[in-house]
């Protein structure tokens, strides 16, 4: 099978990093293709940036011209666009917010998720509501390092460990790796702290290779019905749909 991993911002060195996560989780047979939008934020880190994030992936999609494939896995951590994913494309589509609050949900009674930048708490809040999954969170805390800032490894996992006490002593019983630019941290976390580490994008490429395998798709009955076919206005001109 394969699955097309969305990148939320314009980094390809992020894109490739989250392909390299996505592929360490992967079964045998699944191909994992990185999508990097041509336009957005290089980095995802508030409203402003979630939205045109959103607008530019849903572009990436839409004018995607590589191998047919199986599922999308979305990895921008509490950003929107998911549910318009969901009504343009055919495959099963994991983004991969819910996707680590779920797994999180079925290892402890109350999860708490370690970010970025305290500014991302709010909407990822906001997210895992949207979801279902709100409730089970204990705490979204903030390390203060922005997305771009991740690439210094030492720097990232110490300042993971500090919010990690944070969202412990809020009751988390289980911690979720709060951007796709985490990846990769899960083992040596879990290990100093003793928790369940979950990182969203192996959860969202294992929950995505399930609904495969299992045959099942979005619903087209109510809200993920496909788009009503109407003249749109893109960036780079009209389409209709």
């Not at 045109?52 to 590589?66: E, F, I, P």
């Not at 979305?74 to 494309?89: D, I």
């Not at 790796?177 to 969203?200: F, H, I």
Request: charged share 25%; hydrophobic share 40%.
């Amino acid at each position: 099978m394969r699955i097309v991993v969305t990148n939320c911002n314009t980094t390809q060195e992020m894109t490739e990093e989250i392909v390299r996560g996505a592929r360490a989780a992967a079964g045998p047979g699944t191909t994992v293709t990185g999508l990097t939008p041509g336009w957005g934020p290089e980095s995802a880190e508030g409203w402003l940036d979630s939205y045109l994030s959103a607008a530019a992936v849903l572009d990436a999609l839409r004018t995607y011209d590589g191998p047919p494939y199986d599922a999308v896995v979305m990895a921008g951590f509490g950003e929107h666009g998911r549910e318009g994913v969901r009504e343009l494309v055919d495959a099963p589509v994991v983004d991969i917010t819910e996707a680590a609050a779920h797994l999180a949900c079925l290892l402890g009674r109350r999860y708490g998720v370690v970010t970025t930048l305290e500014r991302s708490c709010g909407q990822i809040e906001d997210s895992l509501e949207l979801a279902g999954v709100g409730r089970n969170c204990a705490a979204v805390i903030g390390t203060g390092l922005g997305v771009l800032e991740l690439e210094d490894a030492e720097r990232t996992e110490a300042a993971f460990l500090t919010a990690a006490e944070r969202a412990r002593d809020a009751g988390a019983e289980v911690l979720v790796l709060g951007c796709a630019g985490m990846t990769g941290l899960q083992r040596a976390v879990s290990e100093k702290l003793g928790v369940p580490v979950v990182d969203g994008v192996g959860a969202a490429v294992k929950l995505a290779e399930s609904l495969v395998e299992l045959g099942l798709r979005t619903s087209r009955v109510g809200g993920y019905a496909r788009p009503l076919p109407k003249r749109r206005e893109w960036g780079g001109g009209a389409e209709s749909d």
